[in-house]
């Protein structure tokens, strides 16, 4: 399984992971506080490199009722 997007708490237009998704026309938010904390481990997002900002999707359930 491959990226399709990139988010990093440091950096800006210039850095070698916004490059790298310019190339690979993936979209990138940049230089985002405190991305780690906030984004959960596994949780799924949207990234809106055009517009600059990251939405948080909501979890599906599972058939068996636990959250993934």
């Known amino acids: 399984m ?5 988010v990093t708490e440091v950096g800006g237009l210039m850095t070698h992971g916004a490059v790298i998704a310019r ?3 993936l979209p990138a938010v940049v ?3 405190g991305a780690t904390r906030l ?5 799924h997002i949207r990234v809106h490199g055009t517009d ?3 939405e948080l999707l909501p979890t599906p359930e599972r058939a068996d009722g636990i959250d993934t």
């Open 52 to 54: 600059g900002h990251i």
């Open 2 to 6: 491959g990226i399709a997007g990139l």
């Open 39 to 43: 984004i959960p481990d596994g949780h």
């Open 31 to 33: 230089g985002v506080p």
């Open 23 to 25: 190339e690979y026309g």
